[in-house]
């Protein structure tokens, strides 16, 4: 599923650090701004110990975990809506990615320069907001100009439009980010339409030292992150960008005794893809058979012929009926045999909205 969150933050708070850790691909990582201009992409697998458990109990050929795109995007300055840095650049990579992962530096370090001369992950994140809620206000400005000629005559989609548009500068103007408002289902598209950078989603990924990973609770810089956080309803995610790298290049017993050693419960990557995955309204589908066991990324709300169309368009356009079972009660009956003869295998219709864990066998005929 093409969904990507693009990782952002001012130059050297660890964005590109963390990037090279959970995809490792590799980005160049320096000590000075702008050593990311082109965005790199990496796919990185979904860890998910239900397709463990399910590989176990169907013992298939082969196991496929489903993946997720990751984009790092590089650092933003001041005034990167007019142009400065490689402020064009950057708002249109930003444009691009349907989540935005903030990285802010909560540590301090007198070997890596901060940009600013101080580490304050607030004005950090001030500074980047404000430079996404200009470049919005440059772009709902000239779009009111031409609206407004259309709602003087009365347009109805123009009228509407135009009320949105007016809604949305006051809130640029108030220094508020476009997902700070609510809109009606028939205002919704029209915004939707706009392709705002300030209606993206966000999730603020703090970056500790090494000696506070396991425990950021008297990190004050964390705690100026969750307190801002709090007011966007937003989810706060601490990690070291530094563990991270040496995480990536360990195995998995290995990983689990370095993070056992840390005192850390999961992995920076296994936080940020279960929290990116909230954020979009992402859920995990199987598909279980002797030959392969999968798991498949899909939005959550979405029905039985569409997601059997993620794996092949074929079998949405001749679907029939998805054979379903709650991975819960495969687990427990530990066949599909005895969930079968316990009447947990459903048949479900066209109209069936699927759930995360859903373990699905289609049927369709083209």
Known sequence: MALTTGIVGLPNV???????AITQAGAESANYPFCTIDPNVGIVEVPDHRLNKLTELVKPKKTVPTAFEFTDIAGIVKGASKGEGLGNQFLSHIRQVDAISHVVRCFEDDNITHVSGQVDPIDDIETINLELILADL????????RVAKLAKQKDKT????HDVLVR???AFEAEQPARSLEFSKEEAPIVKGLHLLTSKPVLYVANVSEEEVADASNNALVKKVQDFASQEQAEVIVVCAKVESEIAELDGEEKAMFLDELGIEESGLDQLIRAAYGLLGL???????EQEVRAWTFRSGIKAPQ??????TDFERGFIRAETVSYEDLVDAESMGVARERGKVRLEGKEYIVQDGDVIHFRFNV
């Open 14 to 20: 660890g964005k590109s650090t963390l990037f090279n």
């Open 138 to 145: 440059e772009s709902v400005e000239k779009r009111l100009t």
């Open 158 to 161: 123009a009228v509407i439009e």
């Open 168 to 170: 949305l500068k006051e």
């Open 283 to 289: 859920g995990t589908y199987f598909t279980a058979g």
């Open 307 to 312: 997601a059997a169309g993620i794996i092949h």
